[in-house]
C-alpha cells in the first residue's frame, strides 16, 4: 500500500506540472514544492512502521493481563509478519525470538512455529504451514491455552480451505468454535460461524450456510456487539446466498440493508456494488450487468475478484455472447487459483461444453462436458463428505447445547438451593425473634403482675397500717380531757408511725421508678 501510494503521489505531481506550467510558472513551482514535501512526508511515514511496530510490541510484551497479551501479540504477528518483504523475514524472526526469550513469553515456542506458518504460507508452501500450525497446536495444547487453540485452528482451516479441503476445514473451524466457547468470547464464536458459512455457501448447501449467518447475526444481536464490519459482512454473506438461490425478493432486502448501513465500513462499497449487479442478474437483465461488471474492473474503489469474472462469463453467455464468455473462462481454467475448486471449474466447464455445442463443435463439446462431469463427480464426493460431516457438527452442536443447558440448569439448581437455605434461615430467625419477643411479653407480664401484687400488699399492709395507728392516736388526742398529756405520751409512737409511713410510700415510688425504668 505504501509503495502504490509512492506512485500516486508522483504522478499527481508529473500532473500537477504538466496543467501548472501551462497556466502559470510561479503558481507551478508553488505547487511542485509543495508535492515534493508531501512526497517526502509520504517516504518518511513509510519508514516509521518498523520502529512504531517495535515499541507496540514491547508494550505488548508488558502486559500483565495473559489474554488481553495474547489477542494484541497474534494481532501483532498477523499483521507484522503478513505484511513485510520476504527478504527481511529473517532477520524480523530471529528479533522476535530474543523478545520472547528476554520477556519469557508463555507458550513462546508456539508463537514462533506459527510465525514460521505464516512465511510458508506466504510461500505457497502450504504442507509446511500446516506442519507449523500443527506443532504450534501441540505446544498449545499442553496448557491448555484456549485463545491460542483457537488461533491456530482458524489458521489451519484458512489454509485448508484454500487448498480446497472442505472437510478438514469445517471440521477445524468446529474445533476453534469450541475454544471459542470455552472462552466464552462471543466476537469469537461470530467470526467462526462467518467463516462456516462462507465454506458451506461454496459447496452450494445454502440453508446450513444461512443456519451459520443468522446465528452469527443472532449472538451479536443477543450479546450488543458494536462491529460495524462484521454486520457489513453477514448482510453480504446472507445477499451471496439468497442470490446462488434464486431468490431475487430476499436479495433486494438485503441490498437496500447494505445500500442504508449507517457503518462505512472496508468493503461496503464493494458489497453494494456486487450485490447490485446480482440485482440484475436474477431479473435477466444481462446487458445492464455486464456494463456495471465491466465499469467496476476500472473502479479503485471496487475491490474486484476471480467471482467477478465468473459472473460476466455468465451474464455474457446468457446475453447471447459466447465468444466473450469464452475468452473469460479460458483465463480463469489458467489460473492457478482455481485448482482446488472443482465446484467451481465443473461450472465453467459446462459453460464452455454448451458454447461448442451452440457453435457445432461436437467434439469440443463433448470434450468439456466431460471434463465437467468429472469435476462433478468429485465436486458430489466432496458434498457428500460435507455433508456427512455437517451432520456430525450439527449433533456436536446439540451435545454442546445439551452441556450448555445442563450447565445453566446446575448453576440454576445451586442458586435455588441457595436462595431456599437463606429463606430458611430468614424464616427461622424471623420465628426465634417473634418466640423471644413474645417470652419476654410473657414474662414482663408476670412481673408486671408480681409487682403490682408487691405493690398492692405494701399499699394495704405497711400504708394502712402506719395511717390507722396515726389515725388512731389523733382520735385518742382529740377526745382526751389532758391534750397536752396525751400528746407528750403519744409524740414518740405518733413520730415512728409517721416515719413508717413515709418508707413505704418511697418503697411504692422506687417500684414504680422500676418499672418505668
Known amino acids: 500500500m505504501p509503495i502504490r501510494l509512492l506512485f500516486y503521489n508522483l504522478h499527481y505531481v508529473f500532473n500537477v506540472c504538466k496543467c501548472s506550467f501551462a497556466?502559470?510558472?510561479?503558481?507551478?513551482?508553488?505547487?511542485?514544492?509543495?508535492c515534493i514535501l508531501f512526497f517526502f512526508f509520504t517516504i518518511y511515514t513509510y519508514a516509521q512502521p518498523i520502529s512504531l511496530q517495535s515499541d507496540s510490541l514491547l508494550n505488548i510484551l508488558q502486559l500483565k493481563d495473559h489474554i488481553s497479551q495474547e489477542k494484541?501479540?497474534?494481532?501483532?504477528?498477523?499483521n507484522y509478519f503478513g505484511a513485510i518483504p520476504v527478504d527481511s523475514f529473517n532477520a524480523a524472526k530471529a528479533r522476535m525470538h530474543r523478545y520472547i526469550i528476554k520477556y519469557n513469553v508463555e507458550s513462546g515456542e508456539a508463537y514462533e512455529f506459527y510465525i514460521e506458518s505464516i512465511f510458508h504460507n506466504r510461500m505457497l508452501h502450504t504442507d509446511e504451514a500446516?506442519?507449523?500450525?500443527?506443532?504450534a497446536i501441540e505446544i498449545a495444547a499442553k496448557k491448555p491455552d484456549h485463545y491460542l487453540l483457537y488461533t491456530f485452528f482458524s489458521q489451519l482451516a484458512f489454509i485448508q480451505t484454500y487448498e480446497g479441503n472442505a472437510i478438514e476445514a469445517i471440521s477445524n473451524f468446529g474445533t476453534a468454535r469450541k475454544e471459542a466457547l470455552i472462552l466464552n468470547?462471543?466476537?469469537?464464536?461470530?467470526?467462526?460461524?462467518?467463516?462456516?458459512?462462507?465454506?458451506?455457501?461454496?459447496?452450494?448447501?445454502?440453508?446450513?450456510?444461512?443456519?451459520?449467518?443468522?446465528?452469527?447475526?443472532?449472538i451479536m444481536v443477543m450479546q450488543h456487539l458494536n462491529q460495524p464490519r462484521l454486520e457489513n459482512i453477514i448482510t453480504y454473506n446472507i445477499c451471496e446466498n439468497y442470490f446462488r438461490m434464486n431468490a431475487p425478493d430476499s436479495l433486494r432486502k438485503y441490498n437496500s440493508e447494505l445500500r442504508s448501513s449507517p457503518n462505512k465500513t472496508y468493503k461496503l462499497y464493494t458489497y453494494i456494488k456486487r450485490t447490485d449487479y446480482y440485482v440484475y442478474l436474477l431479473s435477466h437483465d444481462y446487458t445492464n450487468a455486464i456494463n456495471l461488471i465491466r465499469s467496476l474492473t476500472g473502479d479503485r474503489m471496487y475491490r474486484s475478484d476471480n467471482l467477478d469474472k465468473q459472473n460476466l462469463a455468465d451474464a455474457y453467455f446468457n446475453a447471447g455472447k459466447p465468444d466473450s464468455a469464452k475468452n473469460i473462462i479460458d483465463q480463469l481454467l489458467l489460473d492457478k487459483g482455481q485448482a482446488n475448486h472443482p465446484e467451481i471449474k465443473y461450472h465453467l466447464y459446462?459453460?464452455?461444453?454448451?458454447?461448442?455445442?451452440?457453435?457445432?463443435?461436437?467434439?469440443?463439446?463433448?470434450?468439456?462436458?466431460k471434463m465437467a462431469l468429472l469435476l462433478s463427480k468429485d465436486n458430489i464426493n466432496k458434498l457428500i463428505q460435507v455433508g456427512d460431516i455437517s451432520s456430525r457438527m450439527k449433533v456436536d452442536d446439540m451435545e454442546?447445547?445439551?452441556?450448555?443447558?445442563?450447565e445453566i440448569y446446575k448453576r440454576e439448581r445451586q442458586w435455588l438451593i441457595f436462595a431456599i437455605v437463606v429463606a430458611l434461615l430468614i424464616i427461622a430467625v424471623i420465628a426465634m425473634f417473634y418466640r423471644n419477643t413474645k417470652q419476654k411479653r410473657h414474662y414482663e407480664r408476670l412481673l408486671f403482675v408480681a409487682k403490682k401484687q408487691e405493690i398492692s400488699f405494701i399499699n394495704s399492709h405497711e400504708i394502712r397500717r402506719h395511717l390507722s395507728n396515726i389515725l388512731g392516736i389523733i382520735e385518742i388526742m382529740k377526745k382526751s380531757d389532758n391534750k397536752a398529756t396525751e400528746y407528750h405520751e403519744a409524740e414518740e409512737h405518733l413520730f415512728y408511725s409517721a416515719e413508717k409511713l413515709d418508707d413505704a410510700i418511697k418503697n411504692i415510688s422506687e417500684k414504680l421508678d422500676e418499672d418505668n425504668g
Open 350 to 369: 459446462e459453460i464452455l461444453g454448451q458454447i461448442a455445442e451452440k457453435q457445432n463443435d461436437p467434439k469440443q463439446a463433448a470434450d468439456n462436458f
Open 185 to 218: 468470547d462471543a466476537l469469537l464464536q461470530v467470526i467462526i460461524d462467518i467463516n462456516m458459512s462462507d465454506i458451506y455457501y461454496r459447496y452450494n448447501f445454502y440453508s446450513q450456510s444461512l443456519y451459520y449467518i443468522s446465528q452469527a447475526r443472532d
Open 23 to 34: 497556466r502559470n510558472c510561479k503558481l507551478m513551482i508553488k505547487r511542485l514544492f509543495l
Open 72 to 78: 494484541k501479540l497474534i494481532s501483532h504477528i498477523k
Open 130 to 135: 500446516k506442519a507449523d500450525l500443527f506443532n
Open 400 to 406: 454442546n447445547t445439551y452441556v450448555q443447558q445442563e
